[in-house]
């Protein structure tokens, strides 16, 4: 749909000051709308390419040197992360008249799976704070996450929500505009106002898995780690992508190392025979 078809307007409500919150408050603090100035990038593939970097060992007798977390972040480099787009809406507060629900969306590599049972699977991820899309999370206590294909369709739209989201509804509106992607509405227009996730549709998306957070206590799935949160949810739909319908073999998720975004290469099997002919 377009900017103009009612299931896009419906999810994003006629533009307001948007307001964001606190770490650990819901009480929307208004901040001014500044217009986007960004476009989608395009993408395309390349060939493998081997780790820049070569991380070196750090002094055990010197832990608080401060070229620890330099190297630890090298050494992290070198790991191969899914990346996926979450997304959330901040809920209009009541008690703040002249705001509305307002759209979220983060990309982040800090998914992955906790337990399968009982009752439902549970979902990990961890969001550095401050953050708009954290508000929205902990605000609406829903939220959306979408597996991206490992293709430059399914980067395209992970580079995009790299770049923030300030301008609330107009984020979504570009990617809809020029980044071959569609908003669409989970539910009613009174359900997305009360803190429906949106859902975003296109060649790049393979699989949305809708989540609640975890109402378990004390820590009601919000658990604070020095400047980051990690943010527990438990699985409560997954609706299939157009990206994963296009094709007749199934796609990877992608993945990004080393600053790049990356697609899944040959197996490491058991036995000879192996692609290098031992």
Same mark, same amino acid.
């Given at each position: 749909?377009?900017?103009?078809?009612?299931?896009?307007?419906?999810?994003?409500?006629?533009?307001?000051?948007?307001?964001?919150?606190?770490?650990?408050?819901?009480?929307?603090?208004?901040?001014?709308?500044?217009?986007?100035?960004?476009?989608?990038? *395009?993408?395309?593939?390349?060939?493998? #390419?081997?780790? +820049?970097?070569?991380?070196?060992?750090?002094?055990?007798?010197? =832990?608080?040197?401060?070229?620890?977390?330099?190297?630890? /972040? &090298?050494?992290? !480099?070198?790991?191969?992360?899914?990346? %996926?787009?979450? &997304?959330?809406?901040?809920?209009?507060?009541?008690?703040? =008249?002249?705001? *509305?629900?307002?759209?979220?969306?983060?990309?982040?590599?800090?998914?992955?799976?906790?337990?399968?049972?009982?009752?439902?699977? %549970?979902?990990?991820?961890?969001?550095? $704070?401050?953050?708009?899309?954290?508000?929205?999370?902990?605000?609406?206590?829903?939220?959306?996450?979408?597996?991206?294909?490992?293709?430059?369709?399914?980067?395209?739209?992970?580079?995009?929500?790299?770049?923030?989201?300030?301008?609330?509804?107009?984020?979504? @509106?570009?990617?809809? #505009?020029?980044?071959? $992607?569609?908003?669409? /509405?989970?539910?009613?227009?009174?359900? $997305? @106002?009360?803190?429906?996730?949106?859902?975003? #549709?296109?060649?790049? %998306?393979?699989?949305?898995? /809708?989540?609640?957070?975890?109402?378990?206590?004390?820590? !009601?799935?919000?658990?604070? %780690?020095?400047?980051?949160?990690?943010?527990?949810?438990?699985?409560?739909?997954?609706?299939?992508? +157009?990206?994963?319908?296009?094709?007749?073999?199934? /796609?990877?998720?992608?993945?990004?190392?080393?600053?790049?975004?990356?697609?899944?290469?040959?197996?490491?099997?058991?036995?000879?025979?192996?692609?290098?002919?031992?």
């Amino acid at each position: 749909p377009s900017p103009s078809d009612p299931s896009f307007t419906s999810l994003l409500p006629p533009r307001q000051p948007f307001h964001t919150t606190s770490p650990t408050a819901t009480t929307p603090t208004p901040h001014r709308q500044r217009p986007i100035q960004r476009h989608p990038r *395009a993408f395309h593939l390349t060939g493998p #390419e081997p780790p +820049s970097i070569h991380p070196h060992s750090s002094s055990a007798t010197t =832990p608080t040197d401060p070229s620890l977390p330099e190297q630890f /972040r &090298t050494v992290m !480099r070198l790991l191969t992360n899914s990346v %996926v787009v979450c &997304t959330s809406t901040q809920p209009a507060h009541p008690g703040h =008249p002249g705001t *509305a629900a307002i759209p979220r969306a983060m990309t982040m590599s800090s998914f992955t799976s906790l337990a399968l049972t009982p009752p439902s699977p %549970v979902v990990s991820l961890n969001i550095a $704070v401050p953050s708009r899309t954290y508000d929205a999370v902990a605000a609406s206590r829903r939220f959306n996450i979408h597996v991206l294909a490992d293709d430059e369709s399914g980067a395209r739209v992970a580079d995009w929500f790299t770049g923030g989201n300030a301008e609330g509804r107009e984020v979504f @509106e570009r990617l809809v #505009e020029e980044g071959g $992607v569609a908003v669409v /509405r989970s539910g009613s227009a009174a359900a $997305v @106002e009360s803190g429906e996730a949106p859902v975003l #549709e296109g060649d790049g %998306v393979l699989y949305v898995l /809708r989540c609640k957070l975890l109402d378990d206590e004390p820590a !009601r799935g919000l658990v604070r %780690v020095r400047d980051h949160v990690i943010v527990l949810g438990e699985v409560v739909e997954i609706v299939e992508g +157009s990206g994963a319908q296009r094709e007749a073999e199934e /796609r990877f998720g992608l993945l990004y190392a080393d600053r790049r975004y990356r697609q899944l290469g040959g197996c490491i099997t058991p036995g000879g025979d192996g692609i290098d002919g031992k």
